[in-house]
């Protein structure tokens, strides 16, 4: 429980510093887009890049903005499918018992949007968007978390983690198959057989990082060209990453100590160069070390700070600079609102109501040391959608008046929705007390 909950904190310090980040290209993103250079940050996002050989089936040219949103995103996504697969199998997920609590909440932070959506867009046009405001930031809602400091109790923070990971699988799962179209069947079959063969061999206990890289870019471009987002293969590629190490820590401990006797006995100190038999004990020790490791572990640790750091940050870059205006957007202004009273309203409501429900049939336990008051909070947070909802957006239109208002909507209601539920947090959270001496 130690070494999880020693886990748990430093993701949400990684997550919560990057936030700050991720605000700041996003603040950066909208300055530049109503400054006087926003034709360059236009002219930047529509350049063309491509890859290939030009008139062949291995070619590929794309604007800026959309390797990002198709390519970078990908590698986010692979990212949701190691924590969801972490999560399942070792995590707050892996009983039903304890993912009980945060199901529930995520559910009714997954349904209640689209209803309220649904209900205030009463048929008129844009109805297609039903799905942005689904969706949460866990980044976002981790960094307000941070700003409350210590008086913040740990199982508040995961809870709010394990329910942020349970909404991304159901968003995951809308763009599968609601914001996917013209799909090619057979090219997704081919991409299909290399996923299969890919979880055969990791069940197998075979496993290559350059043999996974290389067939994994494979199955991204078959996506890409099958209709189905190819965000979506980044999923199912991390599903085919084996969590098992290859050897367990009592052989790895008694390797290692076997190994570290040759420089034990070693009674000159004073060499710059070592014997033989060192230099065989350290190259052992360097191939047992890599047994010990976990392949989804070490990939998940060496991945979240480019996914955090870089990739975040950029996509907040490209998709967060809205023009704030309501000129030209008579048809669509309602989109605004509609959207952003969804993330607020759908969330709180939802996740309380479903939370509520759990508890009184007995289905779900209550976090220990969070009472209702700081879970309204939470379900207020619930409603900031910002990185996901962003690029739903994308997918949903293709209108640039329908995207700018989208867009618009989404900062707004998660604006609204970050603040209200910091409020809320703060009153309801008592500061620690400091210890005498």
Known sequence: ???????????????????????????????????????????????????????????????????????????????????????????????LRKASFPIFAAIGGMFFPVIIFLILNNGEIGIEGWGIPMATDIAFTLGILKLLGKRVPLSLKIFLTAFAI??????????AIFYSSNIQWDLLSYAM???????????????????????????????LKSGIHPTIAGVLLAFTIPIQRKVDLREYFKV??????????????????????????????????????????????????????????????????????????????????NIALALVIGNTIGIMLMS???????LTDMPKGVNYTQLFGVSLLGGLGFTMSLFIVNLAYTSESFIVASKMGVIIGSLIAGILGYIVLRLSLKPKKKKLI
């Open 256 to 337: 290692v100590t076997t190994q570290l006797n040759f420089f034990k006995e070693e009674t000159s100190h004073e060499s710059k160069l070592m014997n033989k038999k060192q230099l065989e004990a350290v190259n052992s020790i360097e191939i047992i070390s890599e047994q010990i490791q976990s392949p989804l572990q070490t990939l998940e640790h060496s991945l979240h700070g480019w996914v955090s750091y870089v990739i975040m940050p950029i996509f907040a870059l490209a998709n967060a600079g809205v023009v704030l205006s309501f000129e030209g957007l008579e048809n669509t202004s309602h989109i605004t609102i």
């Open 193 to 223: 057989i290399v996923v299969g063969i890919l979880a055969l061999l990791s069940y197998k206990g075979i496993y290559s990082k350059y043999f996974h890289f290389v067939m994994g870019t494979v199955v991204w471009l078959l996506f």
């Open 1 to 95: 429980m130690k070494r999880i909950g020693n886990s748990i904190k430093i993701f949400i310090k990684l997550e919560t510093t990057s936030s700050i980040l991720l605000f700041a290209f996003s603040i950066l993103a909208v300055i530049w887009a109503n400054s006087s250079f926003d034709y360059l940050y236009a002219e930047l996002l529509q350049r063309k890049f491509s890859i290939g050989f030009s008139g062949t089936d291995f070619y590929i040219a794309k604007p800026l903005i959309l390797w990002i949103n198709d390519g970078l995103m990908a590698i986010f996504f692979f990212m949701i499918g190691l924590e969801v697969k972490r999560e399942v199998l070792i995590g707050e997920l892996r009983t």
């Open 166 to 175: 349970v909404d991304d699988i159901g968003a995951v799962l809308v763009i």
């Open 356 to 362: 509520f429900i759990g508890l009184k049939l007995k």
